[in-house]
């Protein structure tokens, strides 16, 4: 399969994951209030720390492991070393359940990380398949097990949000997602395990794991210590505002990205120590992803006064500026998520475990400036700290690739521009006569005024691109 049809079955796959999960906070978002879902922030942030530690441990070891060493016996190890690190993760989340609840004085929350503490457990029993998928680069049975998982969780999280369930609407959601994925991952792989298990395998598989389980500790909190910041000085209110906005900006870079990301990965690693094709698969990729991902970042910004009000009802109105805000964010993370995959292929893992350390170490300096600001104050620091790093992760691709600063800049160049010039039409539009319409048709006309201007400006200044998608859209 091309790598062309695997990264649309990789998107399809995040398309389907995002819209279900998207539709269930549409729905709760109209029946709850922010301090609810300040609350599953908090709770979920603990979640993704064990699902990142399984991931990157032993998922991205099966995926960058090299033929000559990728063997049953290894996937076998692989497995009972992810059952067992999963079934200690759950027991630790729900064993401190109250400790972490009492420290960021929520009492609440509590109950909410004990149900939740079974959510490591179901990621572990399926991610040694979820790392053969990948590595066979087989996205269509990766993409119908996100899609059956989330059709799961969103009617699961729909119903009971009608009921009146408030926040429990969300974590039966999150339940009912990682059963799903685990059900249908274990039907849609052929691989099964088998008890068997040998101590050299394992040693090879905790060498490759202990660095990268201590990179999605960091990684996890320097992109999730903005949250806990906020529930610990702002209240889950505040939380729960600046959390539903990342979400937003989340949803558009998952949907527009994950499915490229994702085929990144498995094809930086199969290339193996070719430099010069990293580099060309590298630049290609970021040219593509920037074409779709720059124009929807710098547009969400320019319509959220619209966009939020309808969508998720007038109590949300506050989280306007920070979906502003942090949409700067998913500019500087397009290029972020695809650097960090050729390190990873590169096999690079400790790089990125001290590039992650710099970064919190920069986030808890802004933290402490901003925070007194709320959500607002928070997401400008996130900001401002993915600025001031993005130069020490690109040092780090230059010293280990064949990548170099003007590569990355060159590739950027031309949807940024694209977007900023379309950025600039709807601000002119919006003082003049646009500014006179209903929200509704207000909305509707930036939308496709925006659409209309960046594709006539990217066919004059960005054409090869132009054409790669109007290519893909033929077919």
């Known amino acids: 399969m091309s790598l062309i049809k695997n990264g649309l079955w990789a998107t399809v796959g995040n398309w389907g994951q995002q819209l279900f999960s998207f539709i269930t906070v549409l729905v709760v978002a109209r029946l709850v209030t922010p301090e609810a879902f300040g609350l599953i922030a908090v709770a979920m942030l603990i979640i993704l720390l064990c699902q990142r530690i399984l991931?990157?441990?032993?998922?991205?070891?099966?995926?960058?492991?090299?033929?000559?060493?990728?063997?049953?016996?290894?996937?076998?190890?692989?497995f009972w070393f992810a059952l067992v690190l999963s079934i200690s993760l759950s027991a630790v989340v729900y064993l401190t359940a109250n400790s972490i609840a009492s420290l960021l004085k929520q009492d609440e929350l509590a109950p909410i990380l004990k149900s939740l503490s079974v959510l490591p457990l179901l990621e572990g029993l399926g991610i040694v398949q979820v790392g053969v998928l990948r590595r066979g680069l087989r996205y269509k049975a990766l993409a119908i097990r996100t899609i059956f998982s989330n059709i799961l969780s969103g009617v699961v999280g729909v119903y009971f949000a009608y009921t009146g369930a408030g926040v429990w609407a969300l974590v039966y959601q999150q339940l009912a997602s990682s059963f799903g994925a685990m059900l249908t991952i274990w039907y849609c792989s052929s691989w099964k395990p088998k008890f068997r298990y040998s101590n050299s395998e394992a040693y090879q598989i905790i060498k490759f794991a202990l660095p990268m389980i201590g990179n999605a500790f960091l990684f996890v909190f320097a992109n999730r210590l903005d949250v806990m910041t906020l529930a610990m000085y702002s209240g889950s209110g505040a939380t729960g505002l600046y959390n539903l906005s990342k979400r937003v900006l989340r949803t558009i870079t998952d949907m527009i990205t994950s499915g490229a990301l994702s085929v990144s990965l498995s094809v930086f690693s199969a290339s193996g120590p070719d430099h010069i094709q990293k580099k060309d698969m590298f630049v290609k990729q970021l040219k593509a992803i920037s074409f779709v991902a720059y124009p929807c970042f710098i547009g969400i910004s320019m319509t959220a006064v619209e966009l939020v009000p309808l969508v998720f009802g007038p109590q949300w109105i506050d989280a306007v500026p920070v979906i502003q805000v942090l949409s700067v964010l998913g500019l500087i993370q397009t290029v972020q998520l695809l650097c960090n995959n050729l390190l990873i292929s590169l096999n690079k893992g400790s790089g990125l475990f001290y590039f992650n350390a710099i970064s919190?170490?920069?986030?808890?300096?802004?933290?402490?400036?901003?925070?007194s600001y709320g959500a607002i104050g928070v997401a400008c620091a996130f900001v401002i700290q993915s600025i001031t790093s993005m130069p020490i992760l690109i040092y780090l691709v230059k010293k280990n690739s064949y990548v170099l600063p003007i590569d990355i800049v060159s590739a950027i160049s031309a949807p940024l521009g694209s977007a900023v010039f379309m950025a600039v039409v709807l601000y002119l539009g919006h003082l003049t006569w646009v500014y006179s319409l209903p929200i509704y048709y207000e909305l509707l006309v930036k939308v496709f005024l925006g659409g209309f201007v960046y594709l006539l400006f990217s066919f004059v200044v960005q054409k090869e691109m132009f054409y790669f998608f109007v290519r893909i859209g033929i077919r």
Not at 63 to 78: G, R
Not at 360 to 371: D, E, M, N, S, T
């Open 55 to 78: 991931l990157e441990g032993v998922a991205f070891g099966i995926v960058q492991k090299d033929d000559l060493q990728y063997s049953e016996l290894y996937l076998v190890t692989s």
């Open 360 to 371: 919190i170490l920069i986030l808890v300096g802004y933290l402490y400036f901003f925070v």
